[in-house]
C-alpha cells in the first residue's frame, strides 16, 4: 500500500467496507477510529503519527495534532465546514485541505423551513397534546403574514430565501458579502443590518460559517432585540450562539422559542438546561442528513482526498 488513510467522518463510517476494496485498488490502506460525533485534540494525537491522508468530520485538527501527523498530505473533510481544522498551520505544514461545498444545501435549507413551519402551525405541541387526550386548538399563524430574517446569505441560506419567498413571506437578508444583484431581483429579498433584521422578524434563521467573526453572533444584546414573539432558528454552528444567553432568553420569555440543531458542545450535554423547554426543539446535527446527499459527499470526499494524494506523490 502506498498510502495509510485514517476515516473518521462519523456518516462514512458505517459505509467504509463498501468503499474499501476501490481504495485498495487506489492504494490506500483504510484504518478507522470509533466516533461517536467528532474526536477531540487528544482522541486524535495517538492516531495522527503514521498516516498520510485523513476523511474526517467534525474532528478537531488543532496545530498540536498537525504538528504529530509528520506525513499527513490531505485531510479531506466530508461536509463543508472546515472551522475545526486549523487551515493555517494546515498549510504551514503543508497539508492540503479539502471540503465538498454545496453539499447539504437542500437538505439543511428543507431543514429549517420545516422549523419554521413547525413554529408557525404549532405541529409539534398538537402532537403533544393529542397524544395526552386532550382535543386543543392553539392559535397559528399563516406563513404569508411573517417576517423571515436570514443571518448569511451564501448558498443554503438563498436557498432558504427561495422557500420562503414560495410561501409568500416576507424576507430579510444580512450577510458581511454583497450578495449578488440579480439575487436579489430574483426573490425580492431586503439587505439589512443585522439589529434591523433581529427587531423587525418573526423568524430568524442562521446560515453563517463560524469563524472569529460570527462566534457568538447572537448573544444577549441581540436576544434582547427580538420581539418576544419571534422564534431563533439554528442549522449553521452551535457557537454563532451564546448558549447561556440563550437559554436565559428562554427563561424570560424574552422571544418566543428556538430550534437548534447544533450546539455549542456535542453531543449535547444531558444536563444541558435547553433540555428543559418545551419550546426549545431540538435535534442532533442532522439538518444536512439525506440519502441521496450523503451519497454524493462520499463520492467527493474520496475523489477529494485521491487526487491530493497524487497530487502529492
Not at 18 to 38: I, K
Not at 91 to 106: E, L, M, S
Not at 169 to 197: C, H, K, S, Y
Request: hydrophobic letters at 45%; glycine letters at 8%.
Amino acid at each position: 500500500m502506498k498510502w495509510r488513510v485514517l476515516i473518521t467522518a462519523p456518516y462514512m463510517l458505517p459505509f467504509v467496507e463498501e468503499f474499501r476494496p476501490r481504495m485498495e485498488a487506489e492504494g490506500v490502506e483504510v484504518v478507522t477510529a470509533r466516533v461517536r460525533e467528532r474526536l477531540s485534540e487528544e482522541e486524535l494525537l495517538p492516531l495522527v503519527g503514521a498516516i498520510d491522508g485523513v476523511i474526517c468530520g467534525d474532528d478537531q485538527f488543532t496545530e498540536r495534532v498537525l504538528s504529530r501527523a509528520p506525513r499527513l498530505k490531505v485531510i479531506s473533510k466530508w461536509g463543508t465546514g472546515v472551522d475545526s481544522i486549523d487551515t493555517g498551520a494546515a498549510a504551514r505544514f503543508g497539508v492540503r485541505v479539502c471540503n465538498t461545498p454545496d453539499a447539504f444545501t437542500d437538505c439543511v435549507a428543507d431543514t429549517a423551513l420545516g422549523y419554521v413551519l413547525c413554529f408557525a402551525r404549532r405541529l409539534p405541541w398538537m402532537d403533544v397534546d393529542m397524544r395526552r387526550g386532550l382535543w386543543t386548538k392553539p392559535d397559528a399563524v399563516s406563513l404569508r403574514e411573517c417576517t423571515l430574517g436570514v443571518v448569511g446569505v451564501g448558498n443554503i441560506g438563498r436557498a432558504v430565501v427561495r422557500r420562503a419567498r414560495a410561501f409568500g413571506m416576507r424576507v430579510l437578508g444580512n450577510d458581511p458579502a454583497q450578495v449578488p444583484p440579480p439575487f436579489i431581483d430574483e426573490t425580492g429579498l431586503d439587505m439589512v443590518p443585522l439589529l434591523a433584521l433581529l427587531a423587525a422578524s418573526d423568524f430568524v434563521s442562521l446560515h453563517c460559517d463560524l469563524n472569529p467573526t460570527s462566534f457568538h453572533l447572537i448573544g444577549r444584546g441581540e436576544l434582547a432585540l427580538m420581539r418576544p414573539t419571534a422564534y431563533l432558528i439554528n442549522t449553521s454552528r452551535g457557537a454563532v450562539v451564546d448558549e447561556p444567553a440563550l437559554v436565559d432568553a428562554l427563561r424570560k420569555q424574552q422571544i418566543a422559542g428556538a430550534a437548534l440543531d447544533v450546539f455549542e458542545v456535542e453531543p449535547l450535554p444531558e444536563d444541558s438546561p435547553l433540555r428543559a423547554f418545551s419550546n426549545c426543539l431540538l435535534a442532533p446535527h442532522n439538518a444536512n442528513n439525506g440519502v441521496a446527499a450523503r451519497r454524493r459527499v462520499h463520492e467527493s470526499t474520496i475523489a477529494n482526498l485521491l487526487g491530493a494524494l497524487r497530487e502529492a506523490e
